[in-house]
C-alpha cells in the first residue's frame, strides 16, 4: 500500500512564483465552471486551492482510487477523455479524482547569446518548457492529491500522458514522490533529445508495476521512444511491467452523454486487464 510521502513544502514553495499557477487556475475554473459545486472537491496544493471532479465507484465494493491528471494542450490527456475514461472506471470499482496536472506548457522567456551555437537537428521547442518549475509543480501536486485520497481504501493508480507522465516517471525514479501502487502512462515523452532519451531509463528504475500505452502516431517525440522504454524494462528486469499500443486517431475533444470513443474504451480496458493481471 501506498506510504504518504511529505516533501519539505517550504524550500519547494520559496521557489513557485504566481504566474507559474495561472494555468492550472484555468483548469480549474473550467471544472467549476462545468460541474455543480457538490459534484467538485478542493485539494490544498501549498497556497492554491484546485477544484477537482471526484466521481464514486458504482459497485460497492471499491478497487481504490484512480487519479486522473489533466492537460489544457493537444499534447495530454484532456477533460473531455479523462470524464469518459473516468466513468468507465468507475463502473469497475474504482473511485476517480479528475485533477489539473498543473504542467505550465507557456512560453519561458530565455536570455540567449547572439553567437550560441545551435544543432541543425535540435528541436525549436527546446526553450518553451521550463523542465525544473514544472517538476517541482508535480510534485507539489501528486504529494497533495495523494494525501486527499488516503481517505479511501484500496490501491491507487495514477494516470497520465505526454510531458506529464515524463515528468512522475523521473520524480518516482528518483523517489522524490511517493509510489502509487501502480502508474499507467500515455505516450511519455519531453520535447528535449536528452530528456526524451532518459525515460525509458527512469522508468525501468521505478519499483511499482506500470502500464505503458503507445498511442499511435500521437507525437515524434513518443515514436523515437517507445521501443526504447520496452528494451529498458526488459533489460533491468523490471516486474510488472507492460506495453500496449492503441490507435490515437479517436481521441475524443468533446465530451457527451453516454458517449465513449473508442480509443477511450480500449484504454479502460487495457488498464482492467492490467489491474486484473496484478490481482486487484
Not at 484512480?66 to 472506471?89: C, E
Not at 545551435?118 to 517541482?136: E, G, L
Not at 468533446?254 to 484504454?267: A, E, K
Amino acid at each position: 500500500m501506498l506510504k504518504l510521502f511529505t516533501p519539505i513544502f517550504g524550500l519547494l514553495l520559496a521557489i513557485l512564483t504566481p504566474m507559474v499557477w495561472g494555468q492550472a487556475n484555468t483548469l480549474s475554473e473550467d471544472l467549476e465552471r462545468r460541474f455543480h459545486a457538490e459534484e467538485l472537491e478542493q485539494v490544498l496544493v501549498g497556497e492554491l486551492t484546485l477544484s477537482v471532479l471526484a466521481q464514486e465507484s458504482a459497485i460497492p465494493l471499491s478497487r481504490g482510487v484512480a487519479i486522473l491528471l489533466v492537460d489544457s494542450g493537444y499534447q495530454g490527456l484532456r477533460l473531455s477523455a479523462a470524464q469518459q475514461l473516468a466513468t468507465q472506471l468507475n463502473q469497475w470499482g474504482w473511485h476517480t479524482l479528475i485533477a489539473p496536472s498543473l504542467l505550465d506548457v507557456s512560453l519561458v522567456a530565455t536570455e540567449q547569446a547572439e553567437n550560441a551555437m545551435v544543432h541543425p537537428r535540435s528541436s525549436s521547442q527546446q526553450a518553451w518548457f521550463d523542465y525544473d518549475r514544472t517538476k517541482t509543480q508535480l510534485s507539489l501536486l501528486i504529494t497533495a492529491l495523494y494525501n486527499h485520497a488516503s481517505s479511501h481504501r484500496g490501491f491507487k493508480i495514477v494516470v497520465s500522458q505526454g510531458m506529464t507522465a515524463a515528468h512522475l516517471i523521473e520524480l518516482a525514479a528518483d523517489n522524490q514522490i511517493a509510489s502509487p501502487d501502480s502508474m499507467v502512462v500515455i505516450s511519455p515523452f519531453w520535447p528535449d533529445r536528452r530528456k526524451n532519451l532518459a525515460i525509458g531509463e527512469a522508468l525501468a528504475k521505478t519499483a511499482f508495476p506500470v502500464l505503458d500505452i503507445n498511442l499511435i502516431q500521437s507525437n515524434l517525440w513518443n515514436a523515437k521512444t517507445y521501443r526504447q522504454r520496452k528494451q529498458d524494462a526488459v533489460n533491468a528486469l523490471k516486474l510488472h511491467y507492460r506495453q500496449r499500443s492503441i490507435q490515437a486517431d479517436d481521441f475524443p475533444s468533446h465530451s457527451y452523454i453516454d458517449s465513449v470513443s473508442p480509443q477511450v474504451t480500449r484504454l479502460s480496458k487495457e488498464i482492467y486487464g492490467w489491474t486484473s493481471y496484478l490481482g486487484w
